[in-house]
Each structure stands twice: as structure tokens, then as C-alpha cells.
């Protein structure tokens, strides 16, 4: 799996060979005077190895940041941590020819979400020459602040520097919203296919012969694999003087189609090409347990209603669905219905996705759902509560609520789930009642 | 708090534990010295938090402050509250490779007195942690975490999954694959409490050229 991160006009990927020319002319510049340099060629090519050899042992370094419009290696910039550093470091150093465009900031903010993201660090530094005015100002335009003095390690401990840093949690989204992932997903899939519209549809629109649902779910899973460090800030309900007895569940609440996602599988490893196979596989398996399904008796929407209607009465609240109409989206309604006098709340229900999966390649299949929920004033619409369920769901942001699955429920293949659909469909009748259950008992 | 409730991440934990001593849960407790009341003196400051939650840890061991309640010893951490508006709290115990502290929490008053307790069917698996979520109303002032008496000494399993990545030695590139096993735990006196707390203010300020992806 090849590491490439795409901004608006780079590229940045690990250090290739075919990056010591830039890289030559950059420590050969006077600017670099702040990074160790100026140097002869020759001298620049032991850090060029350097930072190659970070990337080949330790699977990370600065990225070569190649504008997308000339192809060109224009800079590095991203994470830098060697032995005796004061800290976990995203440094960068952009040619003369392409400073002052915007190119490190651009560069520094996509190095620095991998390296929380994907990296886990907490922490991050710029380590500045106190004369470098212009990376001063990057580092305060990416919202580091000040620290302190530094020292470097041997062999640039008679180096000033002024150690400049954020954490992981002063950096980065004010809260990630609902289905963080699949955001990303819609993103990354949407330069690809600009001119067909993302939809729930199993059937329309297609891109040549690949629903768009499956490239869709292959993409949520890729993203995934690299969101599990985000953030999710949930509402904690706060009783108020008057109870809540009575509340209406606002329907359409699991998307159309079932998903069956294997998040590690073989051809997740082979970039689009893998999602392209992943697509095609995830279609024929989710058409299989579909048709598993259609042998008994099981309607995914009903039981997670009549669920949560039970949950909500075992915890002495009536409840009673509310028909609501197909979403556009699986995200939260944006207006609610006219308060009708019969309850005092609405609990807005919605699913991103709901199914079986397995982890990787050769590993069992076992239930999941991902629910968001929101109980909503009424009237007024004010969210009394919102949180986030997750049952057996890899990688959820942090601050959702993790649910592992039933271990009776397993399937160690698709015949397995083929040979019995009742307990495939008790499998997800599990996870449902354990939505339904927290869900209710959140607002208690 | 259901025994099969699991952090997801978790295994991750577990995988790291391969290469490294992985602390045991601590499921006796030896103390004897231990206070009536919580010394509000020793309350560990929470920050004033961040849109996207601001973190702080602390862990429990020997050197921990005890509390004895109507006979029963426990640990405690004090922590206090930020006095600010527009602010959501993530208290809990964290889930380590072989154990997590099972937390019974107390929100106390400016004179360390209780003011309420926060039920254990509200804490939930979020991540790294068993925790319960809270938003601090009027008068509150401290936070008292101590070992939920029902649960420290027992020990629980659940499915966790995850993915592995291994570098295979050519270039950068790598290979991932999924993982899916029983995990078990135990409740422990010793690990860690987590506390996050969040600023909910309508207008937050973030770190404004994160990438919106």
C-alpha cells in the first residue's frame, strides 16, 4: 500500500530517486541556511539517503512535495523525528522558485493531519531558526504557538532554534461530523466520477457496470482505515423538570441496501485497482446475504423500529413510529415535523450503513451497524441529546460509543451465511436491539 | 456497564502488547492508611477544553491516594472542574492490553460534599476508555473517580477486531490485513483514569486551516 497524499496543487509522497536534483539545488541554496545547509551536492546527497531511509525503515519522513501542474519536485515538508530530536517533528523546506506561494502551509497542513491521523502522534513541533521570519509565520498560520528554546542533537547542537508546536487535540476539527469517513469517501471518490451524482441507489447510477454504492463503500472503508483518530462529540442528555414519556422515532432509518465490508481484504492493498475488485466482490456478497434474507422472514427497518419502540417502553417512555419518507441523505433531518401535541420529543434515527463484516481476508463475518441518533424538542427542535452507536464498527472516531459484537453470532464464510439465513438474520436483529437499547437508555 | 461492551481500537492495544511488558490487572488492594474524604487539596486541574476535546491522563498505581468508603478501599483521583460555559466532560478509566479500570464517578461541590452520582448503566466503551459523559450544571465543582465496587476483581471478554499493517522491505510499501480474536480483561484497581473535556461553544476555535476532507 503506496502512502501519496493529494492536496489541491501537490502531491506528497515518500522520497524517490528521482527527487535528489530539487533536492540538491535546495541544500545548495543560501535559505538553507536554516536547515543545514548551504552544501555541495555531495554533501546534500547523505541527507537525501537519510530522509529515503527513514521512509524505508521506520515507514515514514518528510514527503516530496510535487506540484501537480509542472510535475516537479518543488520542496519536503512532513514528519521528522530522529534520534535525540526535542520532538516529534512536521518541518518543511520548499525551493526558491516556489516560495511564498502558499505551497509549505498547503504541504504542512495535509503532513500534519497523516501524522495525527495515521501516525497517532499527539504532539507536534517546528523546530525554527529564531532569524527564519517566514517559517515563524507558518508555523503561527498552522496555529502553533511559541514554547520556548530548543536544542538540537549532534551534529546541530550549536544551532539556535525556537521550538514552536500544537497537540493533537488544540489542532484539527472543532468536531468531526456524522460519518466523518464517508464524507471523506464522497471526497475522495468525487474528482473521479465529477459527473455522476453519489447515491444510496443499489441499482443507479452506475460507473461502468460498478454501482456506485459499492465504490462508495470501498471508499468509506479506505478512508476508514486512516480516521480512526478523529474526533466525535457526542450531546449528553440533561433531564429537564419535566420528563420525557412520550416520544416519537422518525423512520427511514437504515440505508437501503445491506453492506457486507471485509475492511482488510486482499485487494484493499492494491489502491483503486483493489477498491475497483473490492466493489465488485462487496456487490455479489451483499447480493447473497440479500438473498439469504429474502428466504425468511426479516425487514431490517421494522425490527430496528419495533426495537427501539420496546427499548423506549422497558424504560416507561411511549414511543410510536413516525412516518417520515425515504432520506436524501443518511444524515439527520433538517426540519422536523409540526409538533402535533402527542409527544414531547422526536428521536431522529439514522444509519450509515448496517450489515456483516470481517476484518480482513480469511477472518470470520459477524454483525454491524454504525446509528447516529438525536432526540429533538418538541416544540422547538432543540437537540436534548445526539450520540453516535457503533456496533462492531472498526475504527470509530473517538468519543462514539463501541459495542462489540455477540460472539454467537459468526460466519466463518458466505456459504456459512448462506446455509443458515435465520441466524443471519438474527445476527443483525442483535445488533439492532443493542442500538435500540443504548439509544433508549441515553436518555434516561 | 455490559460485560460484552468493547472498545473498538482496543486490539491495537493488544497487538502492541506483544512486543512489550504489558501491566496485569491489579485485582486485590492493599492499603491500608486511606482517607474518609477526598483531599480536594491534591484536584487535578482539567484544562478548558477544546472543540475536538482536550485530554488529560492519570494514571493509578501504589502511589495513588485511597479512600475508604463505609469499609470499602478504593483509589480516587480528583479532578476540577473548568469554571467555564459551553463545556461537555469525558470522564472514565482507561482499557489497557490486559486490563481497565472499571470508574465509579461522583461529581462533587465546592465543599466536597456529593452532589450526584452518575449511574453505571450510563458508561459506555468509547474508544480507548469506559466513560461516562456529562455536562457540569450549577455549583458543580469536582469530579471524583474512584474503582466501581460491583466490578473491580472480575474480568470480562469480548470480540475486538482490527487491522494490521506490516512493512514488507520493499520501498514503502506495506501490507494490510485484518485481525479478529477474544480479548480479555481484567477490572483493575491500578491503570488509568481519562478525563476529556469539550468546549461546546457555538463558535469554536480550531485550528481554522485544517483540511476539511
Known amino acids: 500500500m503506496s502512502i501519496q497524499l493529494e492536496t489541491e496543487r501537490l502531491i506528497l509522497r515518500p522520497t524517490a530517486v528521482a527527487d535528489f536534483d530539487g533536492w540538491a539545488e535546495l541544500m545548495a541554496d543560501s535559505s538553507s541556511r536554516f536547515v543545514g545547509g548551504p552544501v555541495s551536492r555531495e554533501a546534500s546527497w547523505r541527507g537525501f539517503m537519510a530522509m529515503a531511509g527513514a521512509w524505508a525503515i521506520q515507514g515514514y519522513g518528510m514527503f516530496s512535495m510535487i506540484e501537480k501542474a509542472s510535475g516537479k519536485w518543488i520542496g519536503r515538508t512532513g514528519p521528522w523525528y530522529p534520534e535525540g530530536w526535542p520532538g516529534t517533528e512536521v518541518g518543511w523546506g520548499v525551493l526558491p522558485s516556489a516560495a511564498g506561494k502558499g505551497f509549505a502551509h498547503e504541504a504542512a497542513v495535509a503532513s500534519m493531519d497523516w501524522a495525527f491521523d495515521t501516525l497517532g502522534w499527539t504532539d507536534i513541533i517546528h523546530s525554527i531558526d529564531p532569524d527564519n521570519a517566514p517559517s515563524i509565520a507558518l508555523a503561527e498560520r498552522l496555529g502553533s504557538t511559541y514554547r520556548g528554546p530548543g536544542k538540537l542533537p549532534a551534529p546541530y547542537e550549536h544551532f539556535t532554534v525556537g521550538l514552536w508546536g500544537q497537540t493533537r487535540e488544540h489542532g484539527g476539527r472543532a468536531a468531526a461530523e456524522p460519518f466523518a469517513s464517508e464524507t471523506i469517501a464522497k471526497k475522495a471518490l468525487a474528482p473521479l466520477f465529477s459527473s455522476i451524482k453519489l447515491s444510496d441507489s443499489k441499482t443507479t447510477p452506475n460507473t461502468g457496470g460498478y454501482p456506485m454504492k459499492r465504490l462508495f463503500a470501498a471508499a468509506v472503508l479506505a478512508a476508514s482505515l486512516s480516521a480512526c483518530a478523529s474526533t466525535y462529540r457526542a450531546t449528553p442528555y440533561v433531564a429537564g423538570p419535566q420528563p420525557i414519556t412520550r416520544v416519537a422515532i422518525l423512520d427511514d432509518s437504515l440505508p437501503e441496501g445491506i453492506s457486507a465490508i471485509e475492511v482488510a481484504s486482499i485487494a484493499s492493498n492494491f489502491g483503486l485497482i483493489g477498491a475497483l475488485i473490492n466493489a465488485g466482490v462487496e456487490d455479489s456478497r451483499e447480493d447473497a446475504i440479500e438473498a439469504a434474507l429474502a428466504t425468511v422472514s426479516f425487514d431490517a427497518e421494522a425490527d430496528i423500529e419495533r426495537m427501539l419502540v420496546e427499548a423506549f417502553s422497558a424504560n416507561g417512555v411511549q414511543a410510536h413510529v413516525a412516518t417520515n419518507g425515504r432520506r436524501a441523505e443518511r444524515k439527520f433531518l433538517v426540519n422536523y415535523p409540526t409538533a402535533d401535541g402527542q409527544v414531547q420529543a422526536y428521536l431522529d434515527v439514522v444509519a450509515a450503513h448496517y450489515g456483516y463484516t470481517s476484518a480482513g481476508h480469511g477472518q470470520p463475518w459477524r454483525p454491524t451497524a454504525d446509528v447516529m441518533v438525536r432526540l429533538v424538542s418538541v416544540p422547538g427542535n432543540r437537540t436534548l441529546m445526539e450520540n453516535r452507536i457503533a456496533y462492531n464498527v472498526m475504527n470509530a472516531p473517538r468519543g462514539v460509543i463501541t459495542i462489540a459484537p455477540d460472539p454467537e453470532f459468526i460466519f466463518n464464510n458466505r456459504e456459512e451465511m448462506r446455509a443458515d439465513p435465520q441466524k443471519l438474520a438474527n445476527g443483525l436483529r442483535s445488533a439492532f436491539r443493542e442500538v435500540a437499547s443504548t439509544a433508549a437508555n441515553l436518555m434516561r | ?213
Open chain 2, 1 to 213: 456497564m455490559k460485560a460484552h461492551l468493547l472498545v473498538g481500537p482496543a486490539l491495537a492495544l493488544a497487538l502492541n502488547a506483544c512486543a512489550t511488558p504489558v501491566p496485569p490487572a491489579v485485582t486485590s488492594y492493599t492499603a491500608v492508611a486511606c482517607a474518609s474524604a477526598p483531599d480536594l487539596a491534591r484536584a487535578v486541574a482539567l484544562p478548558a477544553g477544546k472543540p475536538r476535546g482536550e485530554v488529560v491522563r492519570t494514571a493509578v498505581d501504589g502511589t495513588t491516594p485511597c479512600l475508604d468508603v463505609a469499609g470499602f478501599k478504593t483509589p480516587y483521583v480528583v479532578y476540577a472542574i473548568p469554571t467555564l460555559a459551553n463545556r461537555m466532560i469525558d470522564v472514565g478509566g482507561a482499557i489497557e492490553a490486559a486490563r481497565a479500570f472499571p470508574p465509579a464517578v461522583s461529581i462533587l461541590g465546592a465543599d466536597g460534599q456529593p452532589m450526584r452520582t452518575l449511574p453505571a448503566n450510563q458508561f459506555y466503551h468509547r474508544g480507548d476508555r469506559v466513560s461516562v459523559q456529562f455536562i457540569p450544571q450549577e455549583g458543580e465543582r469536582y469530579i471524583l473517580i474512584t474503582v466501581d465496587p460491583a466490578l473491580v476483581g472480575t474480568s470480562y471478554s469480548a470480540v475486538a477486531t482490527g487491522v494490521s499493517v506490516t512493512y514488507i522491505g520493499v520501498g514503502i510499501n506495506s501490507w494490510t490485513s485484518g485481525v479478529d480474536e477474544t480479548v480479555s480483561r481484567g477490572r483493575s484497581y491500578h491503570g488509568a483514569v481519562l478525563a476529556t473535556v469539550y468546549d461546546t461553544s457555538p463558535e469554536p476555535a480550531s485550528r481554522p486551516n485544517r483540511r476539511r476532507d
